[in-house]
């Protein structure tokens, strides 16, 4: 059983326009839909989707949107009453594919309700294979409390305690790094971030252009899109950060970079730290160029595949195929839908094994192949 823990679920609205969104004009939607969304929620739905079982955590009334949502789609969800409703997020997608988003803050939590939350993932987790952490955390809950939901997932079940993905970003993702989660799946852009929030400016040397611009972008005034574009398209570079904050404590990191595929960074027991010489190892997986019609939620149903492949005993590279083919049929599809089994292949996707060659010092570059 693969558990999703949504703190900050929504009602996911897609407008679908006929042209490139254009600030200010009146623009009549030639499609619109709606659906249970949320991190958590999403990854629930695309493993329901494809058969393999999972439980919905997250807060909400019986009768809020989000909740009936789920109850007719039939992805089974264990909840906390608030009182309030949920938040909606809207998505804005043209014929191109290109996604502009607008969410909600979500309901406020006061400490008795994040700690009723916390306790209700403690008892839904029993048993659990994998528990993913997934999305932002609603007003009022600190910043570190997927740090504590961690700790507390494994002092309570021990030896018995689930694996733990988290897919967040910002303060929420660094805080929760001194957890150590069994995986961390950001974007290129969540990334950079993260990296820059961890190692800041001294990770890369000035003496490297490129790398000084993917170390200290954010902040410095540069266009934090067109440097996350620039990272999705440079996998090797991509890897070799993410391979960095394993020494923050992420213990692997899949790593979704739009159309130029994925990365994985498998656990290792290699101290990839400056003072030591030893290469890391990591894996690449893309494909052949899809029909794009939206990216809500298609990263959410990548990080399914894999935990989906984990848990069935699927090798490194049969869960990283397994999470393109699921992230690239998303994709395919309109709104948030998720895909069904018929909908997943694998047969076209490429791997390849990436040799990282680590810094020297604590100054040095980031060194590619």
């Known amino acids: 059983m693969i558990v999703t823990f949504t703190p900050n679920p929504s009602l996911d609205k897609t407008l679908v326009l006929d042209a490139p969104l ?3 004009a009146v623009q009549r939607a030639v499609g619109h839909s709606a659906e249970p969304g949320g991190k958590g929620v999403n990854i629930s739905r695309a493993l329901t989707a494809a058969g393999v079982p999972s439980l919905a955590v997250l807060p909400g009334d019986a009768g809020d949107a989000v909740l009936l949502a789920l109850q007719e789609i039939q992805v089974p969800a264990r909840a906390l009453p608030l009182g309030a409703p949920l938040r909606t997020n809207t998505a804005i997608t043209d014929q191109a594919g290109v996604t502009t988003k607008i969410n909600e803050p979500g309901p406020d939590f006061d400490a008795a309700l994040t700690e009723a939350l916390l306790q209700l993932l403690l008892q839904a987790s029993e048993g659990a ?4 952490l997934a999305g932002s955390l609603p007003p009022g809950v600190p910043e570190d409390f997927y740090a504590q939901a961690i700790t507390a997932l494994r002092e309570t079940f021990g030896e018995q305690a689930p694996l733990i993905a988290l897919d967040t970003s910002g303060a929420p993702l660094a805080a929760a790094l001194s957890a150590a989660p069994d995986l961390i799946k950001p974007n290129a852009e969540e990334l950079l971030e993260l990296h820059a ?3 800041g400016a001294s990770g890369p040397a000035a003496g490297d252009d490129a790398a000084h611009d993917i170390g200290s972008s954010l902040g410095s005034g540069v ?3 067109a440097q996350a574009e620039a990272l999705e398209a440079d996998p090797m570079r991509a890897a070799q950060l993410a391979v960095e904050l394993q020494n923050c404590g992420a213990r692997s990191a899949l790593i979704t970079l739009g159309a130029h595929g994925a990365v994985l960074i498998p656990h290792s027991s290699v101290d990839n730290s400056a003072e030591t010489a030893e290469p890391a190892l990591a894996l690449r997986a893309w494909g052949p160029p899809i029909t794009l019609r939206s990216t809500v939620g298609a990263g959410d149903a990548s990080l399914a595949g894999y935990l989906a492949s984990a848990q069935s005993g699927g090798s490194p590279t ?6 393109m083919a699921m992230g690239r049929a998303a994709a395919e599809l309109p709104g948030s839908v998720m895909p069904t089994p ?3 292949t694998t047969e076209h996707l490429s791997t390849e094994q990436l040799i990282l060659i680590p810094r020297t010092t604590a100054t040095a570059n980031v060194e590619t192949s």
């Open 22 to 24: 254009r600030p200010g």
């Open 129 to 132: 294979t994998w528990v993913a």
């Open 197 to 199: 929030a961890m190692l």
């Open 223 to 225: 266009d934090e899109q």
């Open 318 to 323: 049969d869960s990283l195929k397994h999470a």
């Open 342 to 344: 018929d909908q997943l």
